[in-house]
């Protein structure tokens, strides 16, 4: 699409999806699911990913150009529904960049939503973080549960082999098993009193039964598209004005960085459907 100014930025537009890979894809189901008459613009940032080992400078240059690509398809709404661009880049787009791009437009992460949910899920106030290196260093979900819950422990495990096993469709072989319990058991060994552990990677939800078989029965694991989706249409129908600005036609579009055919043939792994993307270049 050619880039908007003026009175054609102002029509409404889809609701643009991001990751840096194909773990959004379990958000964009989500979202779908319980929001099916919206349209959609889904981007993957492929031939950079992952994002999880890079610096803050690098993720929040690469999530900024993804930004400002929404846009320029017509999204007045964009998700970042990947951790890493969550907790390196949101907070600074928000509150630096959006005032210059355009101040009616929005920019939401899966940080937050996630945190706003703990209360209702653990019963000991003792949370579990799984997630990238990136994620966890940044201490993002610490930050966000201890705004809302300050009495709550938090204890984060970077699980750096995950993703790369999903993408590799190793997730459910015999192969993960040693890396799942590895992980699971070092977040243990940090706090045994653990009864919550969220996913904090969109990937992970794909070890879901790897993940059950090694956890005691009475732990819960929380997968984020469900609170993602539900805050957003939460945050929608409280932002009339917003809602406005979203088109409504039930259509999803794909676009990647990389192959668009390597892209359709992972994508199916995420969403069990045919998907056809076209390929895009962000810079």
Excluded at 116 to 126: F, K, V, Y
Excluded at 134 to 147: C, F, H, P
């Amino acid at each position: 699409m050619e880039e908007q100014t003026g009175l054609e930025s102002r029509k409404a537009g889809p609701i643009g999806i991001f990751d840096s890979g194909y773990g959004g894809l379990t958000v964009l189901s989500e979202i779908r699911a319980l929001m099916p008459e919206y349209d959609y613009i889904y981007l993957g940032d492929n031939a950079r990913a992952p994002y999880g080992s890079r610096s803050y400078e690098r993720v929040y240059q690469f999530t900024l150009e993804a930004v400002k690509w929404f846009f320029r398809q017509g999204c007045h709404l964009v998700i970042l529904a990947c951790n890493t661009a969550s907790a390196k880049a949101l907070r600074t787009i928000q509150q630096i960049n959006l005032p210059e791009l355009d101040p009616s437009k929005r920019v939401l992460g899966v940080i937050r939503p996630t945190a706003e949910s703990i209360a209702t899920l653990s019963e000991n106030g003792h949370i579990g973080i799984l997630g990238t290196e990136g994620t966890i260093r940044s201490g993002s979900y610490e930050l966000e549960i201890s705004k809302l819950y300050p009495d709550i422990t938090v204890t984060g495990e970077a699980c750096p082999m995950w993703v790369p096993l999903v993408e590799n469709r190793e997730y459910h072989k015999p192969g993960a098993d040693y890396f799942v319990q590895q992980h699971l058991e070092k977040l243990f060994e940090k706090d045994p009193l653990i009864d919550t552990i969220i996913l904090g990677c969109t990937h992970y939800p794909l070890l879901m039964n790897k993940i059950t078989q090694y956890l005691p029965k009475n732990v819960k694991v929380i997968s984020q598209g469900k609170y993602v989706a539900e805050s957003l249409r939460s945050y929608l129908q409280r932002h009339p004005e917003m809602d406005k600005n979203c088109t409504k036609k039930g259509s999803i579009q794909y676009f990647t960085t990389d192959s668009p055919e390597k892209f359709g043939q992972q994508a199916s792994i995420f969403l069990n459907e045919q998907v056809d993307a076209l390929q895009t270049n962000l810079e």
